[in-house]
């Protein structure tokens, strides 16, 4: 089962940091743009960060020169480094990534989503 499941979501000070990960697990055969989403309770799900699979980064406003996505190709894994950290980045952060993968003996990009891991920041 092809899935992503995301880690190092927690309870942190303003002023601190945190790392979440995210690994793609299952028969999945190449992976395309990667990214991080969240979620604010009230708030639509956002943007956060996106990286390429050549390694080409974007990210909100809201976190540049904070937050820094990272990929490690070999792993299927992408990670967001959250240093600086506010109240205002209090939300579930989720994965995202484009995978492709096979069925009825095709083989295509289609979009998955983690279940999310919640980032909790105190002033």
């Known amino acids: 089962q092809v899935q992503l499941v995301e880690s190092g979501g927690g309870l942190v000070q303003a002023g601190g940091s945190l790392r979440l990960s995210c690994a793609a697990s299952?028969?999945?055969?190449?992976?395309?743009?990667m990214g991080w989403y969240r979620q604010a309770p009230g708030n639509e799900r956002e943007l956060v960060a996106r990286?390429?699979?050549?390694?080409?980064?974007n990210y909100a406003d809201s976190v540049k020169g904070r937050f820094t996505i990272s990929r490690d190709n070999d792993k299927n894994t992408v990670s967001l480094q959250m240093n600086s950290l506010t109240p205002e980045d209090t939300a579930v952060y989720y994965c995202?990534?484009?995978?492709?993968?096979?069925?009825?003996?095709?083989?295509?990009?289609?979009?998955?989503w983690g279940k999310g891991t919640l980032v909790t920041v105190f002033s």
């Open positions: 990286i390429t699979n050549g390694g080409s980064t």
């Open positions: 299952g028969s999945v055969y190449s992976i395309n743009n």
């Open positions: 995202n990534a484009d995978l492709m993968v096979e069925s009825s003996n095709m083989r295509y990009y289609r979009p998955y």
